[in-house]
């Protein structure tokens, strides 16, 4: 098959060989194929007149805080029954095959972990966890408050409890950012798979790796600012292309 993704990967399989320190960034598309919504598609039912842009920001949630709490528990509710996919699982097991494999992660519905994926770095946090809004100490749920909302207080202050996500205008997690940065600047093999790259400083760890002398792989379906700079473009699902790259990894010869 002349348009085969699968073909020019005798080149990555190469480096793999040889490689022992891989990073995996990961970003909404690694979930799509766990009925999770990508982050920039439509809002589906009842928020779709809301703009998520608007919605994930602090002074939405100072000015709104039910409506932004709300909105977060419709999202993980969509979690409850959403289960990590073949992308997700190929993932932790590729990761069994080298001394040092980190998942760093955009995302924040927890399915990397869920998967078996032993090191998994999250830059935007995770949707399962609340903390308090003024203190950002986790609280969870079973300790909250009730208040007459459905908004929960922490047990501590007082204060509201917020998802424990990164918002608009917030920094990331320092010891999560220099973490994954550090690991983007030690690999052999960066994989950017499932992300649009348009977020900083998210979007920058492909280029330090590749400045670093790292091969760059992009595996998605859809061209991204990153596929130029790319070593080698992998126009594919993860469901479907990193299950045969475990496959192709484990053939002999
Ligand atoms: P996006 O929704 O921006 O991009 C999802 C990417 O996944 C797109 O490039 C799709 O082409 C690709 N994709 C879709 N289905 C796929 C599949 N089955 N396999 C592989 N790729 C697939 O999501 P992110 O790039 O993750 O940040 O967005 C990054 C950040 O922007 C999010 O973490 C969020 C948002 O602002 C915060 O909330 C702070």
Redesign the pocket.
């Known amino acids: 098959m002349q348009n085969d993704p699968m073909l020019d990967w005798q080149s990555l399989i190469a480096k793999l060989k040889t490689a022992t320190r891989i990073v995996a960034l990961?970003?909404?598309?690694?979930s799509?194929?766990s009925g999770i919504?990508?982050?920039?598609?439509a809002q589906t039912g009842l928020w779709a007149q809301y703009d998520?842009?608007e919605l994930?920001t602090p002074q939405a949630f100072a000015r709104q805080p039910q409506l932004v709490w709300d909105w977060y528990e419709w999202r993980r509710g969509l979690l409850a029954h959403a289960q990590p996919n073949a992308?997700h699982f190929a993932l932790a097991e590729l990761a069994k095959r080298f001394p040092h494999f980190v998942v760093v992660t955009?995302?924040?519905d927890g399915l990397h972990a869920q998967a078996g994926s032993a090191e998994v770095i999250e830059?935007?946090?995770n949707l399962r966890r609340a903390k308090c809004s003024r203190e950002e100490i986790i609280v969870a749920r079973e300790d909250a408050r009730a208040t007459p909302t459905s908004l929960l207080a922490c047990p501590h202050c007082g204060a509201y409890l917020r998802p424990d996500?990164?918002?608009?205008g917030?920094a990331?997690p320092r010891a999560a950012l220099e973490r994954a940065v550090r690991a983007a600047m030690q690999c052999h093999v960066f994989f950017s798979?499932?992300?649009?790259?348009?977020?900083e400083p998210?979007?920058s760890l492909p280029r330090f790796a590749r400045e670093a002398g790292a091969f760059l792989v992009e595996?998605?379906?859809?061209p991204?600012p990153l596929s130029a700079n790319a070593d080698l473009v992998v126009r594919?699902?993860?469901?479907?292309?990193l299950p045969r790259l475990l496959r192709q990894l484990d053939s002999p010869g």
């Open positions: 990961t970003g909404a598309g690694v799509a194929e919504p990508t982050f920039r598609d998520p842009l994930a992308g955009q995302n924040i830059l935007h946090g996500v990164v918002w608009f917030e990331l798979i499932g992300t649009s790259g348009l977020v998210a979007a595996l998605n379906p859809e991204t594919a699902k993860s469901g479907e292309a």
